[in-house]
């Protein structure tokens, strides 16, 4: 797809900062008047473009803390006013940006949950109609680049010209050493469609304890993302929610520190050693692709062969020996097993689905032969261009 255009202000027309970069700090939950005022002078003294604070909390289960609600969107407000500061929470329904509107909070945002929800969304943007408030945009829990352009799209619609959108990582089945991991390549693909969309990221949610916060933020910057939002308490361990995961406000200051920012800009054609080894990918990927071909074509033909004896085009045993096989072989290359696993998934999937464009022999031939399996070897069919070909799967 193309990139399309969105009409959105720059980074620089926002009433913010960037210190020096787009930077959000805050604690999870807005918890007392002095927790939030405490955090936001202690922030103060460091890089930080935005005081962040929840007072609606969107958790798993009831009984959890939910949210200080209303009272605490003055107590944000100030302490954003103490420490020089615009205040941003999350707004998950009409009823919240309206009490944001009111309380005279600078920016909103809509949580993962929520973009998830097109009415959901939907409704906020209705409320935002006629206001122009900086929205930004969290990426819906599961990887699904459209819903979370859709929900960019709604706000847009309605009028907003300040819209950023934040990656906090994805809810996934497998299990993950992170709460939610990061797929770099969904924000990346959003920033090739909607360019001029400032892009942000939430180490925190996607790391869900302190210790490889540092790292995720690293790489957001390594990206050229536009900013972080981090969760930063002045007592993470008293925290009511998100404990885990939230830094005092020197490890926010120490994290900073010692993040290193890469120019904007295609740096790397000054190298003639790097534009070798572009030169060498680009000849590496089309093999690749030739190799990938072939593997089909012998994927199509052992579909054939499948549909005419009628044998089911899944066959367990050997996908799951195919697998655990290639992530070995991977392993001892030093590719990373999960890459090796997800590739090769994606390959058989889309072995699965050629073979399934192939009609059965039903289909094809009201009377297909009775000929037991083991009898019927080798009547593999050869498609023109895949007759000299040597297939071992
Ligand atoms: C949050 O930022 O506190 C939050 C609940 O975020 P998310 O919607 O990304 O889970
Ligand atoms: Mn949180």
């Given at each position: 797809m193309k990139p399309r255009k969105l009409d959105v202000d720059h980074l620089r027309d926002w009433p913010v900062r960037p210190r020096p970069k787009f930077m959000v700090a805050g604690p999870c939950s807005v918890e007392s008047e002095a927790q939030v005022l405490q955090t936001a002078l202690h922030l103060a003294a460091y890089d930080v473009a935005v005081l962040r604070g929840g007072i609606w909390k969107p958790?798993?289960?009831?009984g959890s803390f939910e949210g200080i609600g209303v009272p605490g969107l003055a107590w944000l407000k100030?302490?954003?006013?103490?420490?020089?500061?615009?205040?941003?929470?999350?707004?998950?329904?009409?009823?919240?940006?309206?009490?944001?509107l009111k309380a005279g909070i600078d920016i909103l945002w809509i949580g993962a949950r929520t973009t998830t929800n097109p009415f959901a969304v939907q409704e906020i943007a209705d409320a935002l109609r006629g206001v122009n408030i900086p929205v930004m945009v969290k990426n819906p829990m599961?990887?699904?680049?459209?819903?979370?352009?859709?929900?960019?799209?709604?706000?847009?619609n309605?009028?907003?010209?300040?819209?950023?959108?934040?990656?906090?990582?994805?809810?996934?089945?497998?299990?993950?050493?992170?709460?939610?991991?990061?797929?770099?390549?969904?924000p990346i693909e959003l920033r090739r469609r909607l360019p001029e969309l400032p892009l942000i990221c939430d180490p925190s949610h996607i790391c869900g304890s302190r210790a490889r916060i540092a790292a995720i933020a690293?790489?957001?910057?390594?990206?050229?993302?536009?900013?972080?939002?981090?969760?930063?308490?002045?007592?993470?361990?008293m925290a009511r929610s998100d404990a885990a995961q939230q830094l005092t406000p020197s490890q926010y200051g120490k994290l900073l520190r010692r993040?290193?920012?890469?120019?904007?800009g295609d740096g790397t054609r000054r190298s003639s050693a790097v534009r070798a080894l572009r030169k060498e990918i680009d000849a590496i990927d089309d093999e690749l692709i030739a190799l990938l071909a072939r593997r089909m074509e012998c994927a199509t033909r052992i579909g054939s062969w499948k549909r005419n004896h009628n044998?089911?085009?899944?066959?367990?045993?050997?996908?799951?020996?195919?697998?655990?096989?290639?992530?070995?072989?991977?392993?001892?290359?030093?590719?990373?097993?999960?890459?090796?696993?997800?590739?090769?998934?994606?390959?058989?999937?889309?072995?699965?689905?050629?073979?399934?464009?192939?009609?059965?022999?039903?289909?094809?031939?009201?009377?297909?032969?009775?000929?037991?399996?083991?009898?019927?070897?080798?009547?593999?069919e050869s498609p023109a261009s895949t007759t000299t070909l040597n297939c071992r799967n």
């Open positions: 958790r798993t289960h009831p100030k302490a954003g006013i103490a420490a020089g500061l615009p205040v941003t929470t999350e707004a998950a329904n009409p009823y919240h940006v309206e009490q944001c599961n990887a699904d680049l459209e819903l979370w352009i859709g929900a960019i799209e709604r706000i847009h309605a009028g907003i010209t300040k819209i950023m959108a934040v990656h906090r990582g994805f809810s996934i089945y497998r299990p993950s050493s992170y709460r939610n991991p990061p797929i770099w390549r969904i690293q790489e957001a910057m390594d990206f050229l993302f536009d900013g972080l939002m981090i969760e930063v308490h002045c007592a993470p361990a993040l290193h920012y890469p120019l904007a044998v089911p085009l899944l066959q367990l045993e050997r996908w799951e020996h195919v697998l655990h096989d290639r992530v070995q072989r991977s392993v001892k290359r030093h590719l990373s097993a999960s890459f090796a696993r997800e590739l090769f998934e994606h390959i058989h999937e889309e072995a699965l689905a050629v073979q399934e464009q192939i009609p059965a022999a039903t289909e094809r031939n009201p009377d297909p032969p009775a000929a037991p399996i083991d009898n019927a070897t080798d009547e593999l």
